[in-house]
């Protein structure tokens, strides 16, 4: 049990362009959900947690207006890199935690790269 | 800010060889979860430590909690090539987990 189901799981795309990422919870419901990003042999940084019904929680430092959280259900949460830039190229994973006793699942994370 | 630092930051060790990693965190933690990520994977979680002095084991894996709750320590007996993988420490801090820097650990056949 506890899958998180993230889409897709590469992607390229152009410089300028938007990117929607999704993750879906596919047997528990997820009332808030968390994005990372992770650059190469480095750790997870938190990004933003994901609330359901309501504004996103950004962390220190990142950008809302570039990276566009929604959670629109109690399944599914979208990470939308609007006007990509080669710098934003990172692997990208969302979590979410089935209960309060258990570890979070994470997505099997997204790899950006923008020519 | 918070901070959870682990070392080493890599580790190459020959099969049969043990392995161990700390995690140590700049505030008290609520509780800890370790997960071992594998290259080009996710990370996957492998246990949570609540307990001040916590003792837990996985097989050949034993995880320890410290007694001040900022620590915590992994340690792999007899390692074998399928341990291979980054391990990560994720603190509890008010709502908030933070994860620690990664150990990479390499096995040589």
């Known amino acids: 049990g506890a899958v998180v189901s993230q889409h897709p799981s590469r992607v390229i795309c152009k410089s300028g362009t938007s990117v929607k990422i999704e993750c879906r919870s596919l047997d528990f419901q997820a009332t808030t959900m968390f994005w990372y990003r992770q650059f190469p042999k480095q750790s997870l940084m938190l990004m933003a947690t994901s609330n359901e019904g309501s504004k996103a929680t950004y962390e220190q430092g990142v950008e809302k207006d570039k990276f566009l959280i929604n959670h629109a259900s109690l399944t599914l949460s979208t990470l939308t890199v609007t006007s990509a830039h080669p710098e934003d190229s990172s692997f990208y994973i969302c979590s979410a935690r089935a209960g309060t006793l258990r570890g979070y699942t994470f997505g099997s994370g997204t790899r950006l790269t923008v020519v | 800010g918070q901070q959870v630092m682990q070392i080493p930051q890599y580790q190459h060790v020959q099969e049969g060889e043990d392995f161990t990693t700390y995690c140590n965190s700049s505030t008290t933690l609520s509780n800890i979860q370790w997960y071992k990520q594998r290259p080009g994977g996710h990370p996957v979680f492998l246990i949570q430590?609540?307990?001040?002095?916590e003792v837990k084991k996985q097989k050949r894996l034993t995880f320890q909690f410290g007694e001040a709750k900022k620590n915590s320590s992994l340690h792999i007996t007899a390692t074998q090539t399928t341990d291979v993988g980054t391990y990560f420490c994720?603190?509890?801090?008010?709502?908030?987990?933070?994860f620690g820097t990664g150990t990479s650990l390499t096995v040589i056949p």
């Open positions: 994720a603190g509890l801090t008010g709502n908030q987990f933070y």
């Open positions: 430590l609540v307990k001040s002095g």
